[in-house]
C-alpha cells in the first residue's frame, strides 16, 4: 500500500523529512478495525513527532493522527461497525498513523463520521473535538447543561483546530461566558464567528483586557498554545480555587504562581487512553455525541484548506504551514 513516512528527525525543508514509500496491508485482528483512508489533517502533533521521536534505524514511522475513511474489514472482536460504513478518528500515538492508504484502529475509539460532512470536512476534527472536549469536562470539570453560575471560560489561540471547536463546544453545551483570546483581524473574525462572547488580544495584557471588560477574572483557563509565553498573565487571570488546563508542551513555567489563588493545574493528553488502553470507549462515545450535533448543525467544521491528495510533498507542505503558527482551522489531505 502506498504511505507516506519519515526515517530520520529533519526540518520540513528537507526534501527527505517526509517520503513516500511502499508497505505491506495490514490485517485485522481482535478489536481493530482496518479503515481505508480517504483524508487525513495535519495537527501540531505529527510536526513534533517528526522532528523530536526519531524511528527505530530503518524503519519507517508513518504519522497522521485525524482521519475520516471506509471500515474494509474488522476483527473477530469488533461489535460496534461493519465493512462499509463511513468513520472518523484520532489514532493512536503508539500505532502507525493515517498516512496510508489502509490504518489499523481500535474501535473503541472510533465514532460515526457525520453524514453531512464530505470526508475531508470530517478529517479536520477528531483530534481537536477530543482534545476540546476531554479538557472542558473532564479537566477542567465543566459541567454538560445550562445551569446558571459556571462563570467564565478564557480559551487562548481561540481560531486555532482546537480552539475552534472548545468555543463552539462550551457555547453549545454549557452556560460558561466564553472568551478567546487572538492576535490578528482574521482570527479574531474566526472566533467571533464561532460564537466567542467577547474577543481579546493575547499580545496584549490578558489581564488588563479582562478588567477593562468587567471581568474579575475566570474561573477556568484552557491553554492551547504557548503557555509560557502567556503564563504569568494566565496566573494573574485565573479566579481562587480555580482550573488551568494545558496542552501544549510548554516550556518552564512557575507553579508557585498559582499558590496564592490555590488554583490547580492540569494537563490534557487525547492520547493517554488510547496509550494506556484505559476508558478507550469514552473517546468513541464522545465521537459519536459529536457527530449527532454536526448532523444537528450545531458543529461547524473547522476544515480551512484542502492541500491536495495525500502524498509526501503535499504533507510536507501541510507540516510547514503547520508549523508557522498562522494557519486557521485545519489544513486536509484528501485521497491517493
Known amino acids: 500500500m502506498k504511505a507516506v513516512a519519515y526515517l530520520r528527525c529533519l526540518p520540513i525543508t528537507d526534501a527527505e523529512s517526509l517520503v513516500d514509500i511502499d508497505l505491506p496491508a495490514p490485517v485485522a485482528s481482535g478489536r481493530d478495525l482496518l479503515v481505508r483512508v480517504r483524508a487525513v489533517s495535519v495537527n501540531p502533533v505529527d510536526t513534533k513527532m517528526r522532528r523530536h521521536a526519531a524511528p527505530p534505524d530503518g524503519q519507517p514511522r508513518v504519522l497522521g493522527f485525524d482521519a475520516a475513511g471506509v471500515v474494509e474489514a474488522v476483527g473477530p472482536d469488533v461489535t460496534l461497525f461493519k465493512p462499509g460504513d463511513e468513520v472518523w478518528y484520532a489514532g493512536s500515538r503508539i500505532r502507525q498513523g493515517a498516512n496510508a492508504e489502509w490504518q489499523l484502529v481500535d474501535e473503541r475509539i472510533v465514532g460515526r463520521k457525520p453524514k453531512t460532512l464530505n470526508f475531508a470536512q470530517a478529517a479536520a ?32 489561540a481561540g481560531a486555532g483546530g482546537v480552539g475552534s471547536i472548545a468555543i463552539q463546544l462550551a457555547k453549545q453545551l454549557t452556560s460558561a461566558f466564553v472568551v478567546a483570546t487572538a492576535s490578528r483581524p482574521e482570527s479574531t ?7 466567542a462572547d467577547l474577543v481579546i488580544d493575547h499580545s496584549q495584557s490578558i489581564s488588563e483586557q479582562l478588567a477593562k471588560a468587567g471581568i474579575r477574572w475566570a474561573e477556568r483557563i484552557f491553554s492551547v498554545s504557548h503557555t509560557d509565553t502567556h503564563y504569568a498573565e494566565l496566573a494573574k487571570s485565573i479566579a481562587p480555587f480555580g482550573r488551568l488546563c494545558i496542552i501544549d508542551e ?3 513555567i512557575d507553579v508557585r ?6 488554583a490547580s493545574l492540569h494537563w490534557e493528553g487525547m492520547f493517554a487512553r488510547s496509550g494506556f488502553g484505559l476508558e478507550m470507549e469514552a473517546q468513541g462515545g464522545l ?8 448532523e444537528a448543525g450545531q458543529i461547524r467544521t473547522t476544515h480551512s484548506k484542502t492541500m491536495g491528495i495525500i502524498n509526501a510533498a503535499n504533507l510536507r507542505a501541510a507540516h510547514a504551514a503547520v508549523e508557522s503558527n498562522r494557519t486557521i482551522g485545519k489544513v486536509v489531505l484528501e485521497g491517493f
Do not use: C, Y
Open 125 to 156: 476534527l477528531p483530534l481537536t473535538t477530543i482534545t476540546a472536549w476531554e479538557a472542558l469536562f473532564d479537566r477542567l470539570q465543566l459541567k454538560i447543561g445550562r445551569a446558571p453560575g459556571q462563570g467564565t471560560l478564557l480559551i487562548t
Open 189 to 195: 473574525a474566526q472566533a467571533q464567528a464561532l460564537g
Open 250 to 252: 510548554t516550556g518552564p
Open 257 to 262: 504562581l498559582l499558590k496564592p489563588r490555590s
Open 287 to 294: 465521537l459519536n455525541a459529536v457527530s449527532g450535533m454536526v
